[in-house]
């Protein structure tokens, strides 16, 4: 069971859910669906501080969390996405930091698109796994991508299309990063455990694959 913590950003204090693995190894930090950071999002970070990395899931919306689709779209649009990851995830990994010797970020739809900002922009990024997001190309270039990546998208993902996810592989190819893609039969949130598309085969498989790939590139 996790804890509320306040950590400094280059706008001020952020707040975020963090649960602490029993050894002091690698970390990760969480990012939420546009949903806010809801005890779906806490238990993902409860799953991987039980997996060995001490995980923190910065709270974007300031503590507004939503179980709404149209308002969850109303928070979504509202963010900064560039500016949230230089400050708030870029925060979190500073923090982290200070404890931990590697760090990597992954996130879920909007928190996934996240994910792929900051494995371009931000240089202590050691890992960026992404759960079907993608940023405009004019707020991260994924030829760019700085660090090792794990991408898991669904085929049938009218938001995060299947096009999408095959341009954006496209780019990683011209990228000098390491990179893995994942398809999967569902649809979009199929990991998320709370959703009506929630497929149990593919979530735990996609979540073998990402402890497997943290585990080659953080250590455990």
């Given at each position: 069971?996790?804890?509320?913590?306040?950590?400094?950003?280059?706008?001020?204090?952020?707040?975020?859910?963090?649960?602490?693995?029993?050894?002091?190894?690698?970390?990760?930090?969480?990012?939420?669906?546009?949903?806010?950071?809801?005890?779906?999002?806490?238990?993902?970070?409860?799953?991987?501080?039980?997996?060995?990395?001490?995980?923190?899931?910065?709270?974007?919306?300031?503590?507004?969390?939503?179980?709404?689709?149209?308002?969850?779209?109303?928070?979504?649009?509202?963010?900064?996405?560039?500016?949230?990851?230089?400050?708030?995830?870029?925060?979190?990994?500073?923090?982290?930091?200070?404890?931990?010797?590697?760090?990597?970020?992954?996130?879920?739809?909007?928190?996934?698109?996240?994910?792929?900002?900051?494995?371009?922009?931000?240089?202590?990024?050691?890992?960026?796994?992404?759960?079907?997001?993608?940023?405009?190309?004019?707020?991260a270039d994924p030829a760019?991508?700085?660090?090792?990546?794990?991408?898991?998208?669904?085929?049938?993902?009218?938001?995060?299309?299947?096009?999408?996810?095959?341009?954006?592989?496209?780019?990683?190819?011209?990228?000098?990063?390491?990179?893995?893609?994942?398809?999967?039969?569902?649809?979009?949130?199929?990991?998320?455990?709370?959703?009506?598309?929630?497929?149990?085969?593919?979530?735990?498989?996609?979540?073998?694959?990402?402890?497997?790939?943290?585990?080659?590139?953080?250590?455990?």
């Amino acid at each position: 069971m996790g804890e509320t913590v306040s950590f400094e950003t280059s706008a001020g204090q952020c707040k975020g859910y963090l649960a602490k693995a029993a050894s002091n190894g690698p970390a990760i930090i969480v990012l939420q669906e546009w949903w806010g950071l809801n005890d779906q999002i806490k238990g993902v970070a409860d799953r991987f501080a039980a997996a060995g990395y001490t995980a923190l899931a910065p709270d974007l919306y300031e503590g507004r969390v939503t179980q709404d689709a149209d308002e969850a779209n109303h928070m979504m649009d509202g963010l900064d996405w560039v500016g949230a990851t230089e400050t708030d995830v870029a925060g979190a990994l500073a923090y982290l930091r200070g404890n931990h010797d590697k760090v990597a970020v992954m996130g879920f739809c909007m928190g996934g698109a996240l994910t792929v900002i900051a494995g371009v922009k931000l240089p202590g990024c050691d890992a960026a796994v992404c759960y079907y997001g993608i940023p405009p190309e004019d707020q991260a270039d994924p030829a760019a991508m700085a660090c090792p990546f794990q991408g898991h998208f669904a085929k049938l993902d009218e938001w995060c299309t299947a096009a999408a996810a095959d341009a954006l592989e496209a780019s990683l190819a011209n990228s000098s990063a390491t990179y893995e893609m994942h398809r999967y039969e569902g649809d979009h949130a199929f990991f998320n455990e709370e959703s009506d598309v929630f497929d149990k085969v593919d979530a735990e498989l996609s979540w073998q694959r990402t402890i497997a790939f943290l585990g080659k590139h953080l250590g455990s």
